[in-house]
């Protein structure tokens, strides 16, 4: 892990308070409005029984309501463990303990013991992580089905936004910063894991929020999540808002 973003700069930003004011939120509101679209969209796709590995899933609120849905069981992997204690209360309080199961540890660096899964899911943790292309392939291959991602817009505001959030970060001496990348370079480390079992008639593509949860007319099967709204960040504050834009993507047939 790059020296900008240590374990100590991610327990700062992402705290056992945070995480309990997530809580508290979601309780009161239920799911974000950036969580909710990927509910929706991944709910809308079929989930009776499936199974979902989602990456920084924070209180695992997304995970509560898709198993509400129907889904067989989720895994949850964590970089922090400041997460566990109001997420653990979470799974109590919906009965779903038996079917979560919640790992701390960095995922990029994870064994054959976190398996793969039908759904896998990465809301607003590609920004959080140095290494964009290793975290972006590791969730990709092990999407059996179809991987999910949000992150922030890469327009000129949210550039020079993030410019400042981490000029911020450097001043006060907090070792975490935010990341934002091109979203052709993230699709690019996603298919380039993929590649092996991809052909050029069989690659999904990537619509606007005009296609949104429609099936597709080219072979790859449903394509876009959402183009732009106003979401929290989880890189920053719970004051920090940036535009956030995703996407959805089947993995392709061999």
Request: net charge positive; charged share 25%; with cysteine.
């Amino acid at each position: 892990m790059s020296d900008c973003c240590t374990p100590k700069g991610y327990r700062q930003i992402f705290s056992e308070k945070n995480a309990a004011g997530e809580a508290k939120r979601y309780r009161r509101k239920g799911l974000d409005g950036t969580s909710k679209r990927i509910f929706d969209f991944i709910k809308d796709s079929g989930v009776e029984g499936k199974t979902l590995l989602e990456v920084g899933g924070g209180i695992g609120a997304i995970e509560i309501e898709l198993l509400k849905a129907g889904m067989g069981s989720a895994v949850n992997v964590e970089l922090t463990p400041t997460y566990e204690s109001a997420a653990g209360e979470l799974i109590l309080e919906a009965g779903l303990g038996d079917r979560v199961e919640r790992r701390v540890m960095d995922f990029t660096e994870a064994d054959t013991s976190v398996e793969s899964a039908d759904v896998v899911v990465m809301n607003r943790v590609i920004c959080c992580y140095p290494d964009m292309p290793k975290l972006a392939g590791a969730a990709a291959v092990r999407a059996k089905g179809m991987l999910v991602m949000s992150f922030p817009n890469y327009r000129w505001w949210t550039r020079v936004g993030l410019t400042i959030v981490n000029l911020v970060f450097r001043v006060i001496r907090m070792q975490f910063r935010v990341f934002l990348h091109p979203p052709a370079r993230i699709l690019a480390a996603v298919e380039q894991s993929w590649l092996p079992s991809s052909s050029a008639d069989s690659r999904p593509g990537l619509t606007s929020q005009a296609s949104y949860g429609r099936s597709s007319r080219l072979r790859g099967p449903r394509e876009a999540l959402s183009d732009s709204e106003r979401g929290q960040d989880r890189a920053g504050s719970s004051s920090s808002r940036a535009a956030c834009r995703g996407f959805a993507r089947h993995r392709p047939r061999a």
